[in-house]
């Protein structure tokens, strides 16, 4: 059915949404799905999201499984959002946004930072919409809808987030700043990401950049322009501290630029 409808349609898109078994889920995208939801939802340490992007992009699946990110769904309210506070719906959603190609959100819960389970331990809505009708208003100051916006305009304009190609993780020296890049071949359009994990406190510490795989000449002065907050730092070398509190954005989107022109290249400069 798949193949015929594709035949006609071209432009259809088949999402397994399905939080199924492993070898089930890259079954279904072998039988011709376009997109699979994926375990993102419950990966929330450095450690949990660097292996399972690994996986996905480091295995065979990257040759047939196109992952679609989702930090909520109408049945699904993570404990990370229950406990973390709106700190922790800017997080997740600048991790799935940036992490990979595909996204999506259940908004306006997500918009307004819906966080109250059915019961302790429960990942369901207390105030499900599948049982209620809901009045909201969309103007309230837990609005994401500027910061969703935002990074959306980001994802239009920078080619490396509109691809699951390229992605790589680089070090950091505190476990609660999570580092990763994309960019296109030979380093195009380098895109960096540093997201701080912790939705309570401010984290900060050192990432090291593999400056080869982002196009940048070691010892050459760079440009990083924060995407998110406007703010441009001149970075040299493959070491760059970093301090990240957990609002009003708790990350740096920082496109970078090859050559980054100082006083010192004036020739009369000593």
Request: charged fraction near 30%.
């Amino acid at each position: 059915m798949i193949a015929e409808i594709k035949d006609q349609y071209p432009e259809a898109l088949f999402l397994a949404e399905a939080f199924t078994r492993p070898k089930v889920m890259a079954r279904l995208a072998k039988l011709g799905f376009s997109q699979s939801y994926t375990y993102f939802t419950w990966r929330n340490t450095k450690e949990e999201l660097t292996r399972y992007f690994e996986e996905l992009r480091g295995t065979e699946l990257r040759e047939y499984l196109r992952p679609n990110l989702w930090p909520n769904t109408p049945d699904i309210l993570p404990e990370f959002l229950q406990t973390g506070g709106r700190a922790a719906f800017l997080i997740r959603l600048t991790l799935a946004a940036t992490l990979g190609a595909s996204y999506g959100i259940y908004g306006p819960a997500y918009e307004l930072c819906e966080n109250a389970p059915l019961e302790a331990g429960s990942e369901e809505y207390l105030h499900s919409e599948k049982y209620e009708i809901k009045q909201r208003d969309l103007n309230s100051e837990w609005s994401l809808k500027e910061f969703i916006a935002r990074v959306n305009r980001i994802r239009k304009e920078n080619g490396a987030l509109q691809r699951d190609e390229g992605l790589h993780f680089h070090a950091t020296d505190n476990p609660l700043l999570l580092c990763y890049s994309k960019a296109l071949k030979g380093g195009r359009d380098a895109v960096v990401m540093v997201v701080n994990l912790d939705p309570f406190h401010t984290q900060r510490g050192w990432v090291t950049l593999e400056l080869e795989r982002l196009g940048i000449e070691e010892g050459v002065p760079f440009q990083a322009h924060d995407l998110l907050s406007g703010a441009r730092y001149l970075w040299q070398g493959r070491r760059s501290f970093v301090e990240l509190s957990p609002e009003p954005a708790p990350a740096r989107i920082l496109r970078l630029r090859k050559r980054a022109r100082t006083e010192k290249d004036f020739d009369y400069y000593l």
